[in-house]
């Protein structure tokens, strides 16, 4: 079986938050089959914390970031479009560290105290957050500009947190990063040297313009068929974010404290859907099926975890039936090596417990 060595592809710094399906490994691979095609023009159908669409943009691609999330907006708008000085980001960023914190909205419902925790924030970073939240709305700044300043605080309020990387519960005792004080950071932008669009919309509307190569890396929940999908839904694991970019103290309900437009029946995507159809298969499979038959796009490069509760080989044949399948990756952690993975040969074990990764490349 053929060997491919990508980890010292030169892949340049991202940044990016704690974030369930991070393809922050994954990026030497992605980029390494991207270059396998020559094109110039990629559309990141499912940005999240956009450290893909950071690399490939660093790779000299252009570049649209797409998501549904406030979060990866705003993160694509720092990291894609800004074009701001440093230093005028950082006179910025010294006076919101120069703040005194005080008890305000987010303090009262994130903000914890004592020796248990049960809550994402210590007091005293919460009571910081409330001061430097609603000093930013003072300022008057512009969208992008105003994206920059709200990385660097989703990015240092990451650091201090009490949780294991989402908001649905949290630790029931501090961790150890959750006492150090919070302080914003300059986010490590890079030079803009290629065209880059930052859209916040559905993926089936992204996919209808003209892009060289799709990536999809869209949600596909557990494979734990005793878990309910609706304990695998983004909107509901990072409702925080949400809230900290829009400063738009909404109603909130539970134990964690979510956004009252975090329920499940609001707040769902048709790729968080594992139910299975009337047709027998996976209504979420059915959905990824039609976004490729869809997109508009000379080639479909799609992530895939063995983690994920759909079948590879339906995900293969999905592919087949949309295009030519120019090949299928199985990417190993342990051996840092991406292999060509034969359809004729046996899938992984699925009682394996090493995760792996598999990208799927076709030319539509």
Request: charged letters at 25%; aromatic letters at 10%.
């Amino acid at each position: 079986m053929q060997r491919i060595l990508y980890m010292n592809a030169g892949i340049h710094h991202t940044e990016g938050i704690k974030y369930t399906g991070s393809k922050l490994r994954l990026l030497p691979y992605i980029v390494g089959e991207i270059e396998r095609t020559g094109i110039r023009d990629v559309l990141d159908a499912f940005s999240g914390t956009t450290r893909v669409s950071q690399a490939l943009a660093q790779s000299g691609y252009d570049v649209t970031a797409n998501d549904i999330s406030e979060w990866s907006e705003v993160f694509g708008n720092c990291y894609l479009v800004s074009s701001g000085q440093d230093r005028f980001y950082q006179e910025i960023i010294d006076g919101l560290n120069a703040l005194e914190g005080y008890d305000g909205w987010f303090s009262e419902n994130y903000g914890g105290t004592g020796p248990e925790g049960k809550r994402p924030f210590q007091m005293h970073n919460a009571r910081k957050l409330d001061a430097i939240r609603d000093c930013i709305d003072t300022l008057g700044l512009e969208w992008v500009d105003k994206c920059v300043i709200l990385t660097s605080l989703i990015l240092a309020l990451d650091s201090v947190d009490n949780t294991l990387g989402h908001f649905v519960s949290y630790l029931s005792g501090w961790s150890r990063r959750s006492y150090r004080d919070l302080k914003l950071e300059l986010p490590a932008r890079f030079p803009i040297r290629t065209r880059n669009t930052v859209l916040k919309g559905d993926a089936f509307d992204a996919v209808k313009s003209h892009h060289d190569l799709v990536y999809l890396d869209p949600p596909y929940g557990s494979n734990n068929e005793k878990m309910p999908p609706s304990r695998v839904r983004y909107a509901s694991y990072y409702h925080f974010w949400k809230t900290v970019i829009l400063n738009d103290r909404p109603r909130l309900f539970g134990k964690a404290n979510r956004r009252d437009d975090t329920h499940d029946s609001e707040s769902g995507s048709i790729f968080e859907e594992f139910r299975r159809g009337p047709d027998g298969k996976f209504i979420a499979m059915s959905a990824i099926d039609r976004l490729i038959s869809e997109a508009d796009a000379d080639y479909i490069l799609l992530s895939y975890s063995s983690g994920g509760r759909a079948g590879r080989e339906e995900l293969a044949d999905i592919m087949s039936s949309n295009g030519t399948l120019l090949s299928v990756r199985e990417i190993d952690y342990r051996k840092n090596v991406m292999s060509d993975f034969s359809r004729t040969r046996e899938w992984t074990n699925q009682n394996d417990r090493v995760h792996k990764e598999y990208l799927f490349l076709m030319k539509k």
